[in-house]
């Protein structure tokens, strides 16, 4: 698996740390990974309280057809 961006995103789902890593690639806009990284912050809020089972942390992966994020 290659990596072509990390993001860190702290408990209030604000960015905290954006990189890419990726050549091929082109740059996403600032304001669209500010946004990409709430939603992402909200959708793991919202798996983490559906989950059923103690200690479930939520959305721990997200894959669909040609990309995966982990």
Do not use: Q
Not at 39 to 48: D, F, P
């Amino acid at each position: 698996m290659t990596i072509h961006a990390v993001w860190v995103i702290n408990k209030a789902g604000g960015l905290v740390f954006s990189r890419s890593y990726s050549d091929t690639l082109p740059a996403l806009p600032l304001n669209t990974i500010l946004i990409l990284a709430g939603t992402l912050h909200g959708v793991h809020a919202i798996t983490s309280r559906l989950t059923p089972g103690a200690g479930s942390g939520g959305m721990e992966a997200f894959e669909a057809e040609g990309f995966a994020a982990a």
